[in-house]
């Protein structure tokens, strides 16, 4: 088995997946915990407003109601099971697990349903919606909770299962960033086998060790158990060698591929199989994100709601502001939103007036020149009411103003002024397909601590990718990152 000093205090292969089965059990009991309350609590609900008729001389209703509730649970348990909640490739994925888990209710209830009418148990379809509705909310919050558990116990590393990347050197660093900002996965990067020829005569900057090339690794697996091997970028293996890799892994390993797809949504990508061939096909892009007449109708309802309920920060605000320096209370700048046009974007003002006079100098000092995301570090001329403003985002509300005339989206790449975009390459200019957001995918996912090639990457995989429930999801990742006032800019 692979062993490495450097982690000594890490759980083994084997004890890893001995705790990760642990916890199965434990969601699944907390499942059925929920199921027999709901399904007793159906059953005793018809019993008591006369909709159950169920019982005979040859067995007693008591026994027939034991074994109705215990049918019903088992069979909602194996529903639950079948739609493969409790499988590592699901358990914990957040949306994916809470759709089938989902699934499986409605479906349960359907067959609930029916077998009701042959049983002659009569459930009026307000209490049979009712139940449904409590169902899901039940079981929603149970995994929910079961899930923050997981990826906080996985970030800590006594869930996870111990994990090597194959690839080459720039593959694997690639692969490694972006899995250890996933800790639902479950995985713990341990170490590599790199591709490169001369990655071992000079030791790569890699945050794990490497364990050797590629040609050691169907050797190091077969004397492992219970480890997952994450194939990158430029492995340098065929067909051939994944299928013995996969077999060799055992029914306690993983093998996950990281093929050049990590910026294309799943939504986009269909499996296709015939006779032998597995073809993966890529969906076009969505860049119709901008014109979403569902997109636009939430934007304007959802801003006028905002600005009503915040008539106390418009009222306290302005005066702070113009007491601290008797400047301007709001800051107004040119930036280039949609298709490349300009729009006047309004902020409470969180700097010194004439702020914009140094910003050249300052990027020079700190030699950002070059990169298309003008930000300062330490900014010198954020005010004291500023700073607090920037770290509670109240700065940002007045934008809610530009959502209502149209210039802006509640969520969208971030606007950037004319000097910014000049030295956008045409990938980047992509971005500009959709309308700047107050909010977007790259704040939710690191805000001001990202780099600008992590935070285009971002804006574009929400340009390319967009759905309401990716709104959905960023609105609520923004409303949590500032309440906990996570990363602000």
Request: charged residues 20%.
């Amino acid at each position: 088995m692979i062993q490495s000093s450097s982690f000594s205090a890490v759980p083994t292969a084997s004890e890893a997946w001995r705790r990760r089965a642990f916890f199965r059990r434990g969601l699944r009991a907390g499942d059925l915990a929920i199921i027999l309350l709901v399904v007793a609590c159906v059953e005793r609900l018809c019993h008591v407003t006369g909709h159950e008729r169920i019982g005979s001389g040859v067995m007693p209703a008591l026994v027939t109601r034991a074994l109705l509730i215990a049918a019903v649970a088992v069979a909602w348990g194996l529903l639950l099971t079948k739609a493969d909640v409790y499988r590592d490739r699901v358990l914990g994925h957040g949306a994916t697990e809470y759709k089938r888990v989902v699934w499986a209710t409605v479906l349960e209830f359907a067959g609930f349903s029916i077998l009701g009418y042959m049983v002659g148990v009569r459930m009026p379809t307000a209490h049979l919606v009712a139940a449904l509705a409590i169902s899901i909310v039940a079981l929603l919050a149970w995994h929910w909770a079961a899930r923050r558990r997981l990826i906080r116990l996985a970030a800590a590393g006594s869930l996870a299962q111990p994990a090597y990347v194959v690839g080459s050197v720039g593959a694997v660093a690639s692969a490694i960033s972006e899995l250890t900002r996933q800790p639902g996965l479950g995985l713990q990067i341990r170490g590599a086998f790199v591709s490169d020829e001369a990655a071992l005569d000079a030791p790569p900057d890699l945050p794990v060790p490497v364990i050797g090339r590629v040609s050691s690794l169907q050797e190091t697996v077969e004397s492992s158990e219970g480890i997952a091997v994450v194939v990158a970028e430029d492995s340098g293996l065929t067909s051939a060698m994944i299928r013995r890799l996969s077999q060799s892994l055992g029914s306690e390993g993983r093998l996950i591929m990281l093929p050049p797809l990590l910026q294309i949504a799943s939504s986009r990508l269909w499996m296709r199989s015939a006779r032998g061939l597995s073809a993966i096909e890529i969906q076009q892009p969505r860049v119709d994100v901008a014109h979403s007449p569902l997109k636009r109708s939430t934007d304007i309802f959802a801003s006028v709601l905002i600005i009503i309920l915040l008539v106390p920060v418009w009222l306290i605000v302005p005066p702070l502001i113009w007491m601290q320096d008797r400047g301007p209370i709001l800051f107004r700048q040119t930036r280039i939103g949609l298709n490349g046009k300009p729009f006047q974007i309004w902020k409470f003002r969180s700097m010194r007036i004439n702020a914009d006079a140094e910003l050249a100098g300052l990027l020079r000092e700190q030699n950002r020149t070059d990169s298309p995301l003008f930000k300062v570090d330490n900014d010198p001329r954020i005010t004291r009411v500023g700073a607090f403003l920037r770290r509670t985002s109240i700065d940002e509300l007045p934008q809610l103003f530009n959502v209502l005339a149209g210039s802006m989206s509640l969520v969208g790449p971030r606007p950037q002024v004319a000097k910014e975009v000049a030295l956008y390459d045409e990938e980047a200019s992509r971005r500009l397909l959709a309308k700047p957001g107050i909010t977007g995918l790259w704040q939710v996912s690191g805000r001001s601590s990202l780099t600008w090639e992590e935070a285009i990457r971002l804006d574009l995989f929400y340009v390319e990718n967009w759905t309401p429930g990716m709104d959905l999801w960023i609105l609520l990742r923004t409303v949590k990152a500032v309440l906990l006032l996570d990363g602000s800019a």
